[in-house]
T-cell receptor, first 112, second 115 residues
Framework: DAKTTQPNSMESNEEEPVHLPCNHS???????IHWYRQLPSQGPEYVIH???SNVNNRMASLAIAEDRKSSTLILHRATLRDAAVYYC?????????????FGKGTLLTVNP | GAVVSQHPSRVICKSGTSVKIECRSL??????MFWYRQFPKQSLMLMAT?????????EQGVEKDKFLINHASLTLSTLTVTSAHPEDSSFYIC???????????FGQGTRLTVV
């Protein structure tokens, strides 16, 4: 199993940045780091993914440590709609067999 | 982003009956689809991997005769819960990926309640 370690929960205030950490010490050189989030009673939503370099998109930024054993998802300005469970997952992309193993994730609470 | 549609979003059925859940990729060819189950306050648990045109691969502990998966086309996979029992009540979620995608896209989930 692809194991990641994330804090069970984190809390943030609205409009402030949020840094969600993830440890993935057993990651291999070809594994991608993915982040998904799940709002209550919904399916997971893709947030961002990366391999070695830091990545930015309209939702978030992904900072990847130089040794790739950890990464941080950065929400630059948290909103109430960002309250969700955030999952950090690593896996290789092997052709069409793209299998994700979910851990417990981090429950992010955003305070108004 | 790509859209994966799951239907129905909610279903209530009587114990002993069968329920079919559909998962469609609306704007890309999904060569592989995955089915997950999620119990309250728990994470997603992968049940099976389905590849178009071939038999599904089930995770350990998942009964293939109870959870029938069909992936007959590149845009549709179905999960049928046969002879449902109250303990099968759960949130079922599908995801789809394709050869040109590096991320997976998830359906909105189906809340199954067996009474």
């Amino acid at each position: 199993d692809a194991k990641t370690t994330q804090p069970n929960s984190m809390e943030s205030n609205e409009e402030e940045p949020v840094h969600l950490p993830c440890n993935h010490s057993t990651i291999s050189g070809t594994d991608y780091i993915h982040w998904y989030r799940q709002l209550p009673s919904q399916g997971p939503e893709y947030v961002i993914h990366g391999l070695t370099s830091n990545v930015n998109n309209r939702m978030a930024s992904l900072a990847i440590a130089e040794d790739r054993k950890s990464s941080t998802l950065i929400l630059h300005r948290a909103t109430l709609r960002d309250a969700a469970v955030y999952y950090c997952i690593f896996n290789g992309v092997r052709g069409s067999n793209y299998k994700l193993t979910f851990g417990k994730g981090t429950l992010l609470t955003v305070n108004p | 982003g790509a859209v994966v549609s799951q239907h129905p979003s909610r279903v209530i059925c009587k114990s002993g009956t069968s329920v079919k859940i559909e998962c469609r990729s609306l704007d890309f060819q999904a060569t592989t689809m995955f089915w997950y189950r999620q119990f309250p306050k728990q994470s997603l648990m992968l049940m099976a991997t389905s590849n178009e045109g071939s038999k599904a691969t089930y995770e350990q502990g998942v009964e293939k005769d109870k959870f029938l998966i069909n992936h007959a086309s590149l845009t549709l996979s179905t999960l049928t819960v046969t002879s449902a029992h109250p303990e099968d009540s759960s949130f079922y979620i599908c995801s789809a990926s394709g050869l040109t995608r590096t991320e997976a896209f998830f359906g909105q989930g189906t809340r199954l309640t067996v009474v």
